[in-house]
C-alpha cells in the first residue's frame, strides 16, 4: 500500500488517506486476473439511483489482450500516453445516458459512474494497486475504439498497475510526484445549514 502523505482535519480511514493518483508504473508487473475482478466487483457494489448501475467499464490488459490496450492507450493524449504506457491495465469508464427501466435520460448517470469508479480506485488501493483517473483521451476515438453504442458516454480512462519507480519517469513528472498533496481548505468546501457558513 501507499504511503499516508496527507494532513487531514479529522481522522478518515486509511484507505483514503493513502489513496492517490501516482504516475510511476512497474511496466513488467501484470495486473492478477482475481485482483482486477476484484475492482470490477467494487465497482459493481456502488449505489446508484433507481439502481440502474447506469456505469459500464471496458478492460484493456496490456498482458492479456495487447490490442485492446492499445486501443485504449491510442486514446490518451500526448502527456497522459508518457507515463501511462507504464501502465498494465487501461480501463474506459462509461456512463448510459438512459434509464433501463424507460429509456429516459438518466441524469444521475455520471454521478453514479463517478462513485462505481471511486469505489474501484479504493479497492485497488487496499489490493496494493496504484489507479490514476484521467479525462485526458479522445472520447471520440475511445468510442470507436471499442465500438460505444450511442448512448453511452466515455467519461474517463484508469490507469491500473503496481507502483514503479521514480527514475522510470521523465524529470516534470518526477516533481509532481513527489510534490506535497493539497486540497482546498475545509472551510470553503462543507458548509452548515445555508450556502457559505463554515462547518
Ligand atoms: C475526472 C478526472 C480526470 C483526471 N484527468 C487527469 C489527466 O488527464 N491526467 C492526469 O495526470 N491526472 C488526471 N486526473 C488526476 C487528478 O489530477 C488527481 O486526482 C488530482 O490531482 C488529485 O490527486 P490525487 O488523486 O493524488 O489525490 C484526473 C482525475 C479525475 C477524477
Known amino acids: 500500500?501507499?504511503?499516508?502523505?496527507?494532513?487531514?482535519?479529522?481522522?478518515?480511514?486509511?484507505?483514503?488517506?493513502?489513496?492517490?493518483?501516482?504516475?510511476?508504473?512497474?511496466?513488467?508487473?501484470?495486473?492478477?486476473?482475481?485482483?482486477?475482478?476484484?475492482?470490477?466487483?467494487?465497482?459493481?457494489?456502488?449505489?446508484?439511483?433507481?439502481?440502474?448501475?447506469?456505469?459500464?467499464?471496458?478492460?484493456?490488459?496490456?498482458?492479456?489482450?495487447?490490442?485492446g490496450w492499445k486501443?485504449?492507450?491510442?486514446?490518451?493524449?500526448?502527456?497522459?500516453?508518457?507515463?501511462?504506457?507504464?501502465?498494465?491495465?487501461?480501463?474506459?469508464?462509461?456512463?448510459d445516458s438512459q434509464f433501463r427501466m424507460n429509456e429516459k435520460p438518466n441524469r444521475w448517470?455520471?454521478?453514479?459512474?463517478?462513485?462505481?469508479?471511486?469505489s474501484l480506485c479504493l479497492q485497488a488501493e487496499a489490493l496494493g494497486l496504484s489507479a490514476h483517473q484521467m479525462g485526458g483521451f479522445s472520447p471520440e476515438a475511445a468510442s470507436s475504439a471499442v465500438g460505444l453504442p450511442e448512448q453511452f458516454t466515455p467519461m474517463a480512462m484508469i490507469a491500473v498497475g503496481y507502483q514503479g519507480v521514480l527514475d522510470d519517469l521523465d524529470q516534470d513528472f518526477q516533481v509532481m510526484e513527489t510534490a506535497a498533496r493539497k486540497r482546498q481548505p475545509f472551510d470553503e468546501l462543507f458548509f452548515s445549514g445555508i450556502w457559505g457558513k463554515a462547518v
Open 1 to 67: 500500500m501507499s504511503e499516508v502523505r496527507i494532513e487531514t482535519t479529522a481522522e478518515v480511514h486509511e484507505l483514503i488517506a493513502k489513496r492517490w493518483s501516482p504516475r510511476a508504473y512497474d511496466a513488467s508487473r501484470p495486473v492478477e486476473r482475481e485482483k482486477l475482478l476484484s475492482l470490477l466487483e467494487a465497482a459493481r457494489w456502488a449505489p446508484s439511483c433507481f439502481g440502474d448501475e447506469p456505469w459500464r467499464f471496458v478492460i484493456g490488459d496490456r498482458f492479456n489482450d495487447q490490442a
Open 71 to 95: 486501443g485504449l492507450f491510442e486514446t490518451l493524449a500526448d502527456k497522459n500516453q508518457l507515463w501511462a504506457k507504464h501502465a498494465s491495465v487501461l480501463i474506459l469508464v462509461v456512463a
Open 109 to 118: 448517470a455520471q454521478y453514479d459512474t463517478g462513485a462505481a469508479t471511486i
